[in-house]
């Protein structure tokens, strides 16, 4: 059984920890009496974060950086180590995103998306590294749906969340006999991300990926939430490497999930 009571007192680091999926990550654990620490570029959106946390008791750090800038992310890992003594929970959530057909995609808008969300990755988990609890830290990489799922119009977010899912896998395997555990959550529909509303941003396209789910409804953000405490917990301590969809059966549906392409 999950005994949310072990995360008491741990140190839980959250990059892109102050809006959508990820701020729910990091309210979850903070709720659970983790200390968190919240990493974004915007000033506002952090301390906006850090001040909901706190209401729910917990001991809170804001940093503001940008993943794609391997120092300002070194500074925090290490700020929050110097802290807290180091870091148990990792979770790599930062993510950039928009729509557009490949034949009209610049290559700085397909480089943009490649370096937050695929080199921004790695820069989190290489900065993290030498602060990591060794054994039993746990890490959690935010995935999409697009890793394994080719999606027209989205050729930037497919290359990047493929390459964030074999990150996954590979450090698994370096970093396991240190007692390292490295996973991914895929999140499907989820209400409340920016990333559904630019991917559904009508009524009409909103309908169609409802009518597309198993489960015939979104997520919530605890949907994803609930999962990464799960996965960092010792319920999960023989889970690693594994790339999880949380997504209400969306991966099913295949691309037909979003429609055609235009």
């Not at 140190?11 to 892109?16: D, I, K, T, Y």
């Not at 999962?227 to 997504?247: E, H, K, N, Q, R």
Request: aromatic letters at 6%.
């Amino acid at each position: 059984m999950l005994d949310k009571s072990e995360f008491i007192g741990k140190a839980v680091f959250v990059a892109g920890g102050t809006s959508g999926i990820n701020l729910g990550i990091a309210q979850a654990f903070a709720t659970a009496g983790a200390r968190v620490a919240v990493f974004s570029r915007s000033p506002e959106r952090g301390d906006g974060a850090v001040a909901s946390l706190r209401t729910l008791g917990a001991e809170v750090l804001g940093f503001v950086g940008d993943v794609r800038d391997m120092a300002s992310v070194q500074e925090a890992m290490a700020a929050t180590a110097e802290a807290w003594g180091g870091i148990d929970v990792l979770c790599s959530g930062a993510a950039g995103n928009f729509v557009a057909p490949a034949a009209m995609m610049s290559p700085n808008g397909f480089k943009s998306v490649m370096d937050i969300d695929l080199l921004g990755s790695f820069h989190v988990l290489r900065a993290a590294y030498p602060f990591l609890t060794k054994p039993g830290a746990s890490i959690i990489n935010i995935s999409a749906p697009q890793a394994s799922i080719a999606t027209p119009l989205q050729a930037h977010v497919c290359a990047a969340k493929a390459g964030v899912d074999m990150l996954t896998r590979v450090l698994a395997m370096e970093w396991g006999p240190e007692g390292i555990r490295v996973n991914s959550i895929v999140p499907g529909p989820i209400d409340g991300t920016e990333g559904m509303a630019r991917l559904t941003p009508t009524r009409e396209s909103r309908e169609a990926v409802i009518r597309n789910l198993p489960l015939r409804r979104y997520g919530d953000l605890t949907s994803v939430a609930k999962v990464a405490v799960m996965l960092s917990s010792s319920i999960c301590d023989y889970v690693t490497g594994v790339v999880l969809p949380v997504d209400g059966g969306a991966s099913l549906a295949g691309p037909g999930l979003f429609g055609s392409p235009a």
